[in-house]
Every structure is written in structure tokens, then in C-alpha cells.
């Protein structure tokens, strides 16, 4: 049965995609929780509509990453805390601090859902992160924790 998704659907596609699924998949779930559409003519119209729109919202996504990929390329963002004797820090480094010093140094404004960290900051050191700006467009860069001079 082929549908056309209002939504995105993890492992199936994104909003706006063509696809072809088995009609008790369709029946059952993508068309009661309203995920989906069946494609008629005039849907696949509006499909292709909001194809054409990603493709713009893409392009001009990358375009902004690879500013800010350039803008951050070989630096360290660099944060200093509060530690203990031993080197750990009082509390963990937000993505809410993360966003102002990458502000701070690059004059980009991130949100906090780009921030991706595997483990929470509780170290001075060097932590790498990862930057998402769309599906597409993901970077690795470095953040420093360096103690706070009294």
C-alpha cells in the first residue's frame, strides 16, 4: 500500500516520503495515529511540494553548518569550573554552558538537542562532542575544562 508520511517515522522515513508499506502496517498503525496518508494524485502533488521545501531547508542547513563547522574547525571550546582538589568538578557541564561558550567563541547560538555528549562533563580535561545540525550535516569538535583561578 503506498503511503505518503505526515510525519517522520523511525526506521520507515521522513516527513513527506513515498512509501510502500503492508496494508496491516498501514491499516493498524500509520493510518489511525495519523503518520501517514494514502497517496492519491492530489497527495502526491503536495508530496513533491514538500520535497522541493526540504531540499531548500537542507541546502541552506548545510550551508550554515559548514559556517559554523569552519568557524569551530581545530578549536577547542573552552570552559572553566569550579573543581576539587582531585580534579572533578562540583557539577556537570550543561549543554546550556556548552551553547554560551560556543557562542562566546564563534557567535553561532546552538540549541540545546544539537549538543550530543556521550557521558556527562565531571573532569577538567578534554571531552570531545558532537554537533548536530540536521541529519545530514554532524561535526566532532573539542571542549576543555580548565579549573577556575581563584
Request: zero cysteines; charged letters at 25%.
Amino acid at each position: 500500500m503506498k503511503l505518503i508520511l505526515n510525519s517522520d517515522v523511525k526506521s520507515l522515513g521522513r516527513k513527506g516520503d513515498i512509501v510502500d508499506v503492508a496494508k496491516g502496517y498501514a491499516r493498524n498503525y500509520l493510518l489511525p495515529k495519523k503518520l501517514a496518508v494514502v497517496a492519491t494524485s492530489n497527495n502526491l502533488k503536495s508530496a513533491e511540494e514538500l520535497q522541493e521545501k526540504r531540499k531548500l531547508q537542507t541546502q541552506a542547513n548545510n550551508e550554515l553548518a559548514e559556517s559554523i563547522k569552519t568557524a569551530l574547525a581545530d578549536a577547542k571550546i573552552v570552559i572553566s569550573q569550579n573543581t576539587t582538589d582531585e580534579g572533578t568538578l562540583y557539577a556537570a557541564v550543561s549543554n546550556e554552558q556548552i551553547i554560551d561558550a560556543i557562542e562566546k567563541f564563534s557567535g553561532y547560538r546552538l540549541q540545546v538537542g544539537q549538543i550530543d555528549i556521550e557521558n556527562q562533563v565531571k573532569e577538567i580535561g578534554l571531552h570531545p562532542i558532537s554537533i548536530v545540525l540536521g541529519p545530514d550535516a554532524k561535526f566532532e569538535t573539542t571542549l576543555e575544562i580548565i579549573p577556575e583561578t581563584k
